[in-house]
């Protein structure tokens, strides 16, 4: 699978050190399986860590099914970053999450070093993609270079708890103090060709907090949500995946477009709305989300 054409929902973590949720994350469905060596593993278990993650994607004892399996590394500023990458590299991920990336230079650097151990393993160069996570003040000023520095750059990624840390905000439920940074990744996405994908909800036993932090990611253009606990997965890909009477609406938006084409006319009225070329691209897109996340589209 194109990893540019991937849907990524749900991207799920699960500590690289415990075994026990790997297994349980793998099963759950979620579009995206990231198994971590920053945050989520103490710095003494490291270690342990690379080698659980390499034994996961390997051994076969793991059933990831349809998801993406994917590895954040620790930062590339940090002395563990490439020791990471070669570490876990034999288990042959389909991807790589990159925490903390403040410039292009960053991202250069691993995309570098992961051309030289594709080429020893005889892998094509460019196989294993990357997932770019901007979670500094730096990251978010410099989100133009870092979108266009690396053609293995799938997705940007938004991180408000580091952020908000970095700036020294003071987070809260509606995240006006991440606004603009938000909003900044998801338009730079845009620009390049890229997914978006919004921070984690950390309010795990919060259910209306999860769902009203989906839901503006969904009307922001983001295209998927990072999950940090098995409960959230399915909401987030339900609210990433255009609803039937939504697709309906959309197929018959289209139609009634393509029949005023021929018509010879392009304004035209519909539902008591004035519908022109923006409104088509909205529904073109409403229709190619619900495709990629697996629904019929067309009868």
């Given at each position: 699978?194109?990893?540019?054409?991937?849907?990524?929902?749900?991207?799920?973590?699960?500590?690289?050190?415990?075994?026990k949720?790997i297994?349980k994350?793998?099963?759950l469905?979620a579009?995206?399986?990231?198994?971590?060596?920053e945050d989520?593993?103490a710095?003494n278990?490291?270690?342990?860590?690379?080698?659980?993650i390499?034994?996961a994607?390997s051994?076969?004892?793991?059933?990831?099914?349809?998801?993406?399996r994917?590895?954040?590394?620790?930062?590339?500023?940090?002395?563990?970053?490439f020791d990471?990458?070669?570490?876990?590299?034999?288990?042959?991920?389909?991807?790589?999450m990159?925490p903390?990336?403040?410039?292009?230079?960053?991202?250069?650097?691993?995309?570098?070093?992961l051309?030289?151990?594709e080429?020893?393993a005889?892998?094509?160069t460019?196989?294993?993609?990357?997932?770019?996570?901007?979670e500094?003040a730096?990251?978010?000023?410099n989100?133009?270079?870092?979108?266009?520095?690396d053609?293995?750059?799938?997705?940007?990624?938004?991180?408000?708890?580091?952020?908000?840390?970095?700036?020294?905000?003071?987070r809260?439920p509606?995240?006006t103090?991440?606004?603009?940074?938000?909003?900044?990744?998801?338009?730079?996405?845009?620009?390049y060709?890229?997914?978006?994908?919004?921070?984690?909800?950390?309010?795990?036993n919060?259910?209306?907090?999860?769902h009203?932090?989906?839901?503006?990611?969904?009307?922001l253009?983001?295209t998927?949500?990072?999950a940090?606990?098995?409960?959230?997965?399915?909401?987030?890909?339900?609210?990433?995946?255009?609803?039937?009477?939504?697709i309906?609406?959309a197929?018959?938006?289209?139609?009634?477009?393509?029949?005023?084409?021929?018509?010879?006319?392009?304004?035209?009225?519909?539902?008591?709305?004035?519908?022109?070329?923006?409104?088509?691209r909205?529904a073109?897109?409403?229709?190619?989300?619900?495709h990629a996340?697996?629904k019929?589209?067309y009868?």
């Open positions: 699978m194109n990893p540019h054409e991937r849907v990524r929902r749900a991207l799920l973590f699960m500590p690289g050190d415990d075994w949720k297994g994350g793998a099963g469905g579009d995206s399986i990231i198994m971590d060596m989520g593993v710095l278990n490291k270690q342990a860590a690379r080698e659980m390499r034994k994607l051994s076969g004892e793991i059933d990831f099914g349809r998801s993406e994917l590895v954040r590394l620790n930062a590339v500023s940090s002395e563990l970053c990471d990458l070669v570490a876990t590299f034999p288990g042959k991920p389909d991807g790589y990159l903390k990336v403040e410039s292009a230079e960053d991202v250069r650097k691993v995309s570098e070093r051309a030289e151990l080429q020893s005889g892998l094509e460019g196989a294993v993609c990357l997932l770019v996570l901007i500094t730096r990251g978010v000023v989100l133009k270079e870092i979108a266009e520095s053609p293995r750059v799938v997705a940007l990624a938004f991180g408000a708890e580091d952020l908000a840390a970095s700036v020294g905000a003071i809260t509606s995240g103090e991440v606004a603009y940074a938000r909003s900044a990744l998801v338009i730079h996405a845009a620009a060709g890229l997914q978006a994908i919004d921070s984690p909800c950390i309010h795990l919060d259910a209306r907090q999860l009203d932090e989906t839901a503006s990611a969904v009307e253009g983001y998927g949500k990072m940090i606990h098995p409960a959230q997965v399915a909401p987030i890909q339900e609210a990433f995946t255009p609803p039937d009477e939504a309906e609406q197929r018959k938006l289209i139609a009634a477009h393509e029949a005023h084409q021929r018509q010879g006319t392009g304004v035209f009225s519909f539902d008591g709305k004035m519908i022109d070329q923006p409104m088509i909205a073109e897109q409403i229709l190619a989300k619900a996340a697996g019929r589209v009868h």
